[in-house]
């Protein structure tokens, strides 16, 4: 896919978040995108759990993910307060923006028509410089997005968005513990 500007999210609401995600907010960070709807099959068994764990693998990463609640089907069953319940009860911790309702009746949400989705799951990867570079309609496997993630986090590091102050590097001092031994450095190399 050749990278291009990620089309704007227009969501109702918010959940998980104090205040609205927006992709301005979040540049400079990898955004994993993952629409669902929580009564796709699909989403429940498989794409929302593979976005909670990429949520806590790359935790302290400069990632992010964000659930978009795109409904297009079943509207009146997939209100704002079954979606808090559903989020709680799956323990959905990562922010979650409601997309709003097509214009004029459209069935189609906005921010899926937008991106042209095919359905849920669908996974959407946008680079720390808000340039769509992947989108995924169905499951996504876990070892290929993980590759992609970090293809993108490097180019993230070599090419950091203008203003966006990056945290240094920390140094690693040797040590071992249960999960592995730590080469000593000065620290981490740029």
Not at 112 to 119: D, K, L, S, W
């Amino acid at each position: 896919m050749t990278p291009r500007p990620a089309p704007a999210w227009r969501t109702t609401d918010w959940l998980n978040t104090p205040e609205p995600l927006t992709l301005e907010r979040l540049r400079g960070k990898v955004i994993l995108l993952h629409a669902f709807q929580m009564l796709c099959p699909g989403c429940v068994a498989r794409g929302i759990p593979q976005a909670q764990r990429v949520a806590e693998v790359f935790a302290g990463a400069p990632l992010v993910v964000v659930g978009l609640h795109t409904v297009f089907e079943h509207h009146e069953a997939m209100k704002l307060e079954s979606l808090r319940a559903f989020l709680h009860e799956y323990r959905v911790k990562f922010p979650v923006g409601v997309d709003a309702p097509g214009e004029g009746g459209d069935p189609i949400p906005r921010t899926m028509g937008a991106y042209a989705m095919q359905g849920t799951p669908t996974t959407v990867l946008i680079d720390a410089q808000g340039r769509l570079r992947r989108q995924v309609f169905g499951m996504h496997d876990d070892l290929q997005l993980g590759a992609e993630l970090q293809t993108l986090l490097l180019e993230a590091q070599a090419a950091p968005v203008s203003g966006v102050q990056r945290p240094a590097p920390q140094k690693v001092t040797a040590a071992c513990e249960d999960t592995g031994c730590a080469v000593p450095s000065a620290a981490a190399p740029d």
